[in-house]
């Protein structure tokens, strides 16, 4: 069941508790064996690609829209902990408007001079 806690749109499983936080990237752990969370992440988390990357790990990829970059998942289980598993979410990233023309021209001329 989902919490109330939404990461780069993906909900984050009640229970689970954030480990670490850096820019545009997160890292969740819970008490979840990892085919509860793949199954949690398939129902909870619609239009996500699966890729499996070994025998113990997934990556779900969310694609991105106007505003954001797309979002990965990474689900795989804790080091000596079967029954434990991480929700490594990266992404989120908002995607810069775009460069006016007099913006362009004057990093330009900042680039020429940084080149002499």
């Not at 990357?53 to 969310?62: A, C, I, M, P, T």
Request: net charge neutral; glycine share 6%; no cysteine.
């Amino acid at each position: 069941m989902p919490s109330d806690t939404k990461v780069a749109g993906i909900p984050i499983p009640r229970g689970f508790k954030a480990t670490s936080t850096r820019d545009f990237e997160w890292y969740y752990d819970g008490e979840q064996r990892v085919e509860q969370l793949e199954a949690y992440v398939r129902k909870y988390v619609p239009n996500a690609s699966v890729e499996r990357l070994d025998q113990f790990s997934l990556q779900f990829g969310l694609p991105g829209t106007a505003e954001r970059v797309g979002v990965s998942a990474t689900i795989y289980p804790l080091p000596g902990r079967a029954d434990f598993s991480r929700l490594h979410i990266k992404g989120s990233q908002p995607v810069p408007p775009p460069m006016t023309d007099e913006e362009i021209r004057a990093e330009l001329k900042k680039r020429a001079a940084l080149d002499r």
